[in-house]
C-alpha cells in the first residue's frame, strides 16, 4: 500500500526558506507526484508536480521561487521553497499518483490517488 507522509513545515519570516519533504512507500519510481497547498478559507491548490522522467511543472504564483525534486534513494518528494511570501501560507500535502500523467493532468488533485496529511506553512511578514 502506499503511504506518504510530509515534513518539515513551520512557521519562516517573509523572504526566507523552507524546505518540506514527504516520504513515500509502496511502489516503484514510475509514476507522478506533486504538491498542492490550501490556503486559509480556499480550496487546494495546485503547487508543482513531478514525473519520473524528472519533467517538472509549476503553477504561476511560485514559478521561479519553488523547485519540486525528488530524492530516489531515499524516496522522498521535496519543495525548495525561497522568497517565501505571506500569501504562500497554508496547508501543504504531497500527492502521488502510479502513473505517468499526461502533462496537462500533472497539477489536478483529482487525477492522484494517495495523499499526505498535510503540513502547516505559515509565512509571517
Known amino acids: 500500500q502506499v503511504r506518504l507522509m510530509e515534513s518539515g513545515g513551520g512557521s519562516v519570516q517573509a523572504g526566507g526558506s523552507t524546505r518540506p519533504s514527504c516520504t513515500s512507500s509502496?511502489?516503484?519510481?514510475?509514476?507522478?507526484m506533486a504538491w498542492f497547498r490550501q490556503p486559509p478559507g480556499k480550496e487546494r491548490e495546485a503547487v508543482a508536480s513531478i514525473v519520473s522522467d524528472g519533467t517538472e511543472s509549476y503553477a504561476d504564483p511560485v514559478k521561479g521561487r519553488f523547485t519540486i525534486f525528488r530524492d530516489n534513494d531515499k524516496n522522498t518528494l521535496n519543495l525548495q521553497m525561497t522568497g517565501l511570501k505571506p500569501e504562500d501560507t497554508g496547508v501543504y500535502y504531497c500527492?502521488?499518483?502510479?502513473?505517468?500523467?499526461?502533462?496537462?493532468?500533472?497539477?489536478?488533485?483529482?487525477?492522484?490517488?494517495?495523499w499526505g496529511q498535510g503540513t502547516q506553512v505559515t509565512v509571517s511578514s
Open positions: 500527492a502521488r499518483e502510479r502513473y505517468i500523467l499526461r502533462p496537462w493532468e500533472r497539477l489536478l488533485p483529482n487525477k492522484y490517488e494517495y
Open positions: 509502496g511502489g516503484l519510481w514510475q509514476d507522478s
